[in-house]
């Protein structure tokens, strides 16, 4: 698989969920969820999502600007790696936003207690994601063109 | 200044109850009742007594309160309230000695937005009810669940009652229950029920925005202290008798 094709879909997962928990986060600063202290729901949300959205968002901005890496392919190991704990730490983002709905405890205190265990796997994520968009590719052998590296 | 130079007050007391009450007067001459003198809980200033800053206060008529035959005492107008509360479902209460009566106090309970009392647990819980739905639920996704506490208070005195513009907190609110006497002294059980007593009712609520948020004191209110009394089931009691 080409490195383009695997940063697209890694970029994909990150933008549609990191969209749906911000669009879920808009509705509940309209409707009032956190009353005066919305500000501090915001204060949590973007730390945890923006530093890995920024890092793919200008990786991809630089790859548009630089010739094709249509040719060039991804190491697979670390493409399925990044997917992983992309997936899981999304998850856990995700199940600290919904799972509020269902908890004793208040969502605001939800969000403090999170950082507990969503603090070391961002350290995790924003690592390899790192390692996987902004190291070079390796390239092609012409006899391995259009299957995945192993 | 009360008799004990101490602590101000408004206007000249009955030397009785100047005598009982006064929590200075306990203090200095280890006089006391039965009950704790209600200043010690909903700061009383000396004996002439102001409760906290009140939102809602009603008068309940005579007729409901005295033997339909015969004098009236003061054990007979607890005894009554006391009567109404356990069918009103409250259960717990406890008394307080004021200047020439007594004042009773209610659990906290929750309530919903018309005034009902929330059913089963949630009623007396500290915190805001877990919605039971599924759509109750999502809805608490989007939007803040609040609470709405309340704490009813009687208070059956000759006294003016003169409010002070101190707030009680809800936590203080939930120790009067746990802090007051289990009964009524003698001396004020025995006293008779005069014309000049009223028995005022006064009803604490407060409102936690979001369970984030500490409950605060909520003034105005949005309900009349009618309402608060009949929706919690005291005021049909007392009319049932």
């Known amino acids: 698989m080409s490195i383009e094709e695997c940063r697209k879909r890694l970029a994909i997962v990150w933008f549609v969920i990191s969209g749906v928990l911000f669009f879920v986060l808009i509705l509940q600063t309209i409707f009032g969820r956190y009353a005066d202290r919305v500000s501090e729901a915001w204060s949590w949300f973007l730390p945890t999502i923006m530093p890995s959205l920024s890092l793919i968002a200008a990786t991809w901005a630089s790859d548009l600007s630089r010739e094709s890496t249509q040719a060039e392919k991804a190491n697979a190991f670390l493409y399925r790696l990044a997917l992983l704990v992309s997936v899981f730490y999304l998850c856990a983002i995700v199940l600290v936003v919904f799972a509020s709905a269902f908890s004793q405890i208040p969502p605001l205190e939800m969000m403090r207690q999170s950082n507990l265990f969503l603090g070391p796997i961002q350290g995790l994520v924003a690592a390899v994601i790192g390692i996987f968009f902004v190291r070079k590719s390796e390239k092609k052998s012409p006899h391995q063109a259009d299957a995945p590296s192993k | ?241």
């Open chain 2, 1 to 241: 200044m009360c008799s004990y130079g101490l602590c101000p007050v408004a206007r000249p007391l009955p030397k009785r109850a100047r005598r009982i009450l006064c929590h200075h007067a306990q203090n200095a001459d280890g006089v006391r009742g039965a009950a704790p003198a209600l200043r010690q809980a909903l700061p009383y200033q000396c004996s002439l007594g102001h409760p906290p800053e009140l939102r809602l206060a009603r008068h309940l008529r005579h007729p409901l309160l005295q033997n339909p035959t015969g004098t009236t005492f003061l054990q007979d107008v607890a005894t009554r309230l006391e009567k109404a509360f356990n069918q009103a479902g409250y259960g717990e209460m406890s008394w307080y000695e004021v200047p020439d009566g007594f004042a009773m106090v209610s659990r906290l309970e929750q309530f919903s937005s018309d005034g009902t009392p929330l059913e089963g647990e949630d009623r007396f819980a500290s915190e805001i009810a877990q919605p039971r739905s599924l759509g109750e639920r999502l809805r608490g996704l989007f939007i803040a669940r609040q609470g709405h506490y309340r704490v009813i208070t009687f208070i059956v005195t000759s006294v003016p009652i003169q409010q002070s513009n101190e707030r009680l907190s809800r936590d203080r609110a939930m120790e009067l229950v746990s802090t007051g006497a289990d009964r009524l002294s003698e001396g004020i059980r025995n006293q008779v029920f005069s014309g000049n007593h009223r028995c005022t009712a006064l009803i604490y609520e407060f409102e936690q925005r979001t369970p984030d948020h500490a409950a605060e004191f909520v003034t105005p209110s949005r309900l009349d202290g009618t309402v608060h009394l009949r929706r919690s089931g005291i005021l049909t009691a007392l009319e049932g008798r």
